[in-house]
T-cell receptor, first 114, second 115 residues
Framework: AQSVTQPDIHITVSEGASLELRCNYS??????LFWYVQSPGQGLQLLLK??????LVQGIKGFEAEFKRSQSSFNLRKPSVHWSDAAEYFC????????????FGQGTTLQVKP | NAGVMQNPRHLVRRRGQEARLRCSPM?????VYWYRQLPEEGLKFMVY????????ESGMPKERFSAEFPKEGPSILRIQQVVRGDSAAYFC?????????????FGAGTRLSVL
């Protein structure tokens, strides 16, 4: 079955600390992988995506993610968190057919302490 | 280039009424997706449409829910005889024509409250 697991429901980090949000997936074939961010009451904004090639991808707002095929993981990282990064983060997988539904994880809520 | 537009942003209905949610995709996008987000949960796929065609409705409840994307005008998600369990945020996403990567751009959502 196709699924995405984000093991951490809530994470709290201090401003300026590093961040890693975990994402594991189960998919029948090599998927496209995405991280989205959702601020309260807002829609989803695409942070970054992995289609192929270099397994370390850079995104907006200083985020990066690494695709590890052997671990079926696509963890999101940021070296230094800012208070404005407090939001909910969703990992998603989708088919490589250019179209088709995305499967989302349950999300990780990030809280940033001053 | 305007993003994906959804309206209304908030919708309140009483049990048994109908809810109509609208979505205008980004300019040049021909694929529309609807997702539902229940409280404290991630987004769940409902339906995928192209102009005048339903491509994948595997996530749609069997009754009361329907979706369309007519040749002209926005995509509509229609919920008949709403119940309390329909209360959720409904997000629409659009993506460009095939060949340009499956990047879905999301609207701000419609938050449906059923009293």
């Amino acid at each position: 079955a196709q699924s995405v697991t984000q093991p951490d429901i809530h994470i709290t980090v201090s401003e300026g600390a590093s961040l890693e949000l975990r994402c594991n997936y189960s998919y029948g074939a090599t998927p496209y992988l995405f991280w989205y961010v959702q601020s309260p009451g807002q829609g989803l904004q695409l942070l970054l995506k992995y289609f192929s090639g270099d397994t370390l991808v850079q995104g907006i707002k200083g985020f990066e993610a690494e695709f590890k095929r052997s671990q079926s993981s696509f963890n999101l990282r940021k070296p230094s968190v800012h208070w404005s990064d407090a939001a909910e983060y969703f990992c998603a997988v989708g088919p490589t057919s250019n179209t088709g539904k995305l499967i989302f994880g349950q999300g990780t809520t990030l809280q940033v302490k001053p | 280039n305007a993003g994906v537009m959804q309206n209304p942003r908030h919708l309140v209905r009483r049990r048994g009424q109908e809810a109509r949610l609208r979505c205008s995709p980004m300019k040049g996008h021909s694929h529309v997706y609807w997702y539902r987000q229940l409280p404290e949960e991630g987004l769940k796929f409902m339906v995928y449409l192209q102009k005048e065609n339903i491509i994948d409705e595997s996530g749609m409840p069997k009754e009361r829910f329907s979706a369309e994307f007519p040749k002209e005008g926005p995509s509509i998600l229609r919920i008949q005889q709403v119940v309390r369990g329909d209360s959720a945020a409904y997000f629409c996403a659009s993506s460009p024509p095939e060949g340009r990567g499956n990047i879905q751009y999301f609207g701000a959502g419609t938050r449906l409250s059923v009293l």
